[in-house]
């Protein structure tokens, strides 16, 4: 039966509409960003079919397009589409961070790094870069690769520093293993860094590591 056909409140948009995004399914909120299902599927249907083919909603948005353009359904106008949405969230988080000091909103501080690094297949090191009231003014991605393999080069996070004028910065990176505790080359380059900004009087505030979803404050633990 077509979506069409369904009673009015059980449809996505109206549900929607009048209940808000959070009373949807994932397949139900994937239905709406497909628009249209394919033959013998509804949207819906076929929102669910995509979400156990990749093993959950994260996988699904997250897959390469070889593999998504593969399934049936999926074309490369709904490929974009979700690679959209997925973008949108990523820069929603990261204009939250803008609205004010980023150690006021520690959540969504960790949120939007999360949800920027989780899934990367490689080992990505970042900055935020704060003005002196620890609003945020630039978010970069400075190197890949392993730390331990001397990626992350203390001159280039000065000059990039200095280029953004930050009175503050905070750092975080990625474990692909999922391993949260930080390694002696961690804990090493993360001094390294702060003797070298503090000759600029630049305060390293914290430094984050993201792995499957959890989040390893450096400052919390006294290791700053």
């Not at 979700?82 to 909103?105: D, I, S, T, V, Y």
């Not at 620890?134 to 990039?160: K, S, Y």
Request: aromatic share 6%; hydrophobic share 45%; with cysteine.
């Amino acid at each position: 039966m077509s979506i069409r056909h369904w009673p009015h409140p059980e449809r996505p948009r109206e549900k929607l509409l009048e209940r808000g995004a959070h009373a949807l399914s994932d397949a139900e909120l994937l239905a709406l960003l497909l628009g249209s299902g394919t033959r013998g599927r509804t949207a819906v249907e076929l929102g669910r079919m995509l979400i156990a083919e990749f093993g959950s909603l994260r996988e699904l948005l997250n897959s390469e397009a070889q593999r998504c353009l593969a399934q049936s359904g999926i074309g490369p106008a709904r490929y974009a589409i979700l690679k959209a949405a997925l973008e949108l969230a990523r820069r929603h988080f990261r204009e939250a961070l803008r609205l004010g000091p980023a150690l006021a909103a520690p959540e969504a501080t960790r949120t939007f790094l999360v949800a920027h690094l989780r899934d990367r297949p490689y080992e990505v090191f970042c900055c935020l870069y704060l003005d002196n009231r620890h609003r945020l003014i630039a978010f970069e991605e400075l190197f890949r690769g392993t730390i331990d393999r001397a990626g992350v080069h203390p001159r280039e996070v000065m000059r990039q520093t200095l280029l953004h004028n930050a009175a503050a910065v905070i750092f975080a990176h990625n474990h692909p293993s999922g391993v949260l505790e930080p390694s002696q080359a961690d804990e090493l380059i993360t001094r390294r860094l702060k003797e070298a900004l503090a000759l600029m009087d630049v305060r390293v505030l914290d430094h984050f590591i993201i792995g499957d979803g959890l989040c390893f404050s450096f400052s919390e633990h006294g290791l700053l």
